[in-house]
C-alpha cells in the first residue's frame, strides 16, 4: 500500500470538516482494504457531506487510478478504472463524437463515485440514473477479493453496491455505454412560469418535454409568486442544427476555469442579497424564450466554471439539501417545503426543481418517480440543523427520502424510514463484510453497517 499521511478533509459543502488518514496507491493492485481497521473510498470528494470521510480509520483516494482499459468505438462502450471522472472521459471522447448518457452538475466527480451515488441528471425523466447504463465493474471485496459484478453476475452485490455509497467496497472498474453526439453544443429554450403551479405545468407538460429538462426556482418568492421558475430545456444539437459557423469546428475546447482564491465573508449571501440575486435571474434568463445555442459546459456544468465555488459560502460551508416526493404529493409537499423556507427567511443560493422518472434497481438509490427539490442553505447560524430537522419531517409526511450523496445531518430513525429496501441492503453487507470494515462518518452517523446492530 502506498505512503500514508494525515489531511484535513472535508466534502464539496465544506461541512463537516475532519482529520484524515489518506493512502492513495498508484495502480489497482494497491487498491485493497487494509489486514485490520476500517476503510472509505474516496472519489474527487464531490459528495457534500461526510459519505467520503472516516474519522477513525483510512481514506483512500482512487485518484491516480484513471486510465482507460478499452473502448469500442462501434458501440461506444468505456472501460475505465474507477477514478477517472467525468471530465476527463468527455475531454478524451467527446472530440470523437461521444458523451456520457448521464452526467450530474458537475463533471468533476469520479466513475466509482458516479457508481456509489447512482448519481442523476437532467435527463432521468428518461433515461434513468448511471447505474442504469452500466455493463458491469469491478469491486474489491473487505477479504481483499476481486469480483465482477453485472446484472446476470453477482447481481445481488452489484445492486448493493449501485447507490451503497462506498461501503460495499473498493470499486477499481467501470464498464459504461457512451451515447453519440455531433457536436458538443446543445439547442436550448428557457420559459420563465409565474408560480409554483405553473412550474410543475412546464416540468410535465409534453409540449414543454425535452431530452434534458430542469427549472430553476425562486425560493424566496411568496404569496402569488411562490414557486415561480425559469425552465431550462434542452437537447444534443445536429450538425442541422448548428449556424454555419460552427459546423465546420462542432467540438469546442473545454473553457477555461476561473479561481476563487478566498471565502466570502458570511453576511455575504443573506435573505436581501438573494432576493435581489433571485429577481435578476428570474428577469434575465426568462428574457430568453427562443431557441438557442449552448456549449456543453454552460448547460449541464454552469458552477464548474468557477473553481472553489464552494467558498462563496464562507469558511463554515453549506448544506445542499436535496430530496425527492413521489407524484401524488409532490406538488403539495414541495408547497410546503417553499412555504417554509420563505417564512423562515432562509436563502438558498441554487434551488432546483427536476422531473425523476420511474425508480432504478439500486438497493439504496435516491430517484424515484416524482419531483426533486434542491436547496442550498449556508451553516451561518445554531438553529439550520433544527430547521433542516423540520423539512426531514415534511419530506416524510410526503413519503419522500433524502439524497445521502447530499447529506451530512440525517437522522437515523429519519433515514431508515425513507429506505425501505435498507434491510436487504443490510443482509448482503453483513454477508460480505461481517465486520464492516468498509465505514464512513455518514454510516456511523446513519448506524448502519455495524455488526450486530439492531436495524
Known amino acids: 500500500m502506498s505512503d500514508i ?107 466509482g463515485g458516479c457508481v456509489a451515488a447512482d448519481i442523476h441528471g437532467k435527463n432521468h425523466h428518461r433515461d434513468g440514473a448511471f447505474g442504469a447504463h452500466l455493463r458491469e465493474f469491478e469491486i474489491v471485496l473487505s477479504d481483499r477479493s476481486r469480483h465482477r459484478c453485472s446484472p446476470n453476475t453477482n447481481h445481488e452485490l452489484y445492486w448493493a453496491t449501485i447507490g451503497g455509497m462506498g461501503l460495499t467496497g473498493i470499486i477499481t472498474e467501470v464498464s459504461l455505454q457512451l451515447i453519440p453526439v455531433e457536436s458538443s453544443y446543445l439547442v ?75 471565502d466570502f465573508p458570511s453576511w455575504t449571501l443573506n435573505s436581501l442579497s438573494m432576493t435581489a440575486f433571485n429577481e435578476l435571474y428570474y428577469r434575465l434568463q426568462g428574457r430568453r424564450q427562443r431557441p438557442f445555442i449552448a456549449d456543453y459546459e454552460s448547460f449541464f456544468f454552469p458552477l464548474d466554471r468557477i473553481r472553489n465555488w464552494n467558498r462563496i459560502y464562507g469558511k463554515r460551508g453549506f448544506i445542499q439539501y436535496q430530496c425527492v416526493l413521489p407524484m401524488n404529493e409532490a406538488f403539495q409537499g414541495i408547497r410546503t417545503l417553499l412555504e417554509t423556507l420563505a417564512a423562515a427567511g432562509r436563502s438558498s443560493f441554487l434551488s432546483v ?27 451561518n447560524d445554531a438553529e439550520l440543523f433544527p430547521f433542516l430537522d423540520r423539512l426531514d419531517e415534511i419530506v416524510l409526511r410526503h413519503s419522500g427520502r433524502v439524497y445521502l450523496a447530499k447529506d451530512a445531518r440525517l ?16 443482509e448482503i453487507k453483513r454477508r460480505i463484510d461481517p ?21
Not at 198 to 206: C, D, N, R, T
Not at 354 to 378: I, V
Not at 442 to 453: Q, S
Open 188 to 262: 436550448v429554450q428557457h420559459h420563465q412560469t409565474k408560480d409554483l403551479e405553473a412550474s410543475f405545468e412546464v416540468l410535465s407538460g409534453e409540449e414543454w418535454d425535452d431530452h434534458y429538462t430542469v427549472a430553476w426556482i425562486d425560493c424566496l418568492a411568496k404569496g402569488g409568486e411562490l414557486g415561480r421558475s425559469v425552465l431550462m430545456r434542452g437537447h444534443h444539437a445536429t450538425l442541422a442544427d448548428l449556424p454555419e459557423r460552427l459546423r465546420t469546428h462542432p467540438f469546442s475546447k473545454p473553457r477555461r476555469q476561473h479561481i476563487l482564491g478566498f
Open 5 to 111: 499521511k494525515s489531511i484535513e478533509l472535508s466534502g464539496w459543502g465544506r461541512y463537516p470538516r475532519r482529520m484524515a488518514t489518506v493512502v492513495c496507491p498508484e495502480e489497482i493492485s494497491g487498491a485493497v482494504p487494509p489486514r485490520a481497521g476500517k476503510m472509505i473510498a474516496r472519489g474527487q470528494g464531490r459528495s457534500y457531506g461526510d459519505a467520503a470521510l472516516l474519522e477513525d480509520g483510512l481514506v483512500m483516494l482512487t485518484e491516480r487510478l484513471s486510465h482507460v482499459d478499452e473502448f469500442d468505438q462501434t458501440t461506444g462502450m468505456l472501460t475505465a478504472q474507477a477514478g477517472m471522472t467525468l471530465s476527463e472521459v468527455i475531454h478524451q471522447f467527446l472530440p470523437h463524437g461521444w458523451f456520457p448518457v448521464v452526467v450530474p452538475g458537475t463533471q468533476f466527480v469520479s466513475l
Open 411 to 426: 437522522k437515523p430513525e429519519a433515514f431508515r424510514a425513507m429506505y425501505p429496501r435498507l434491510p436487504e441492503w443490510l
Open 435 to 455: 465486520q464492516s470494515c468498509f465505514d464512513s462518518d455518514l454510516a456511523h452517523r446513519l448506524e448502519i453497517g455495524v455488526p450486530n446492530h439492531a436495524q
Open 353 to 379: 426543481l427536476k422531473r425523476f422518472g420511474p425508480q432504478g434497481a439500486g438497493l439504496l438509490s435516491f430517484p424515484f418517480e416524482g419531483y426533486t427539490l434542491t436547496l442550498d442553505l449556508p451553516v
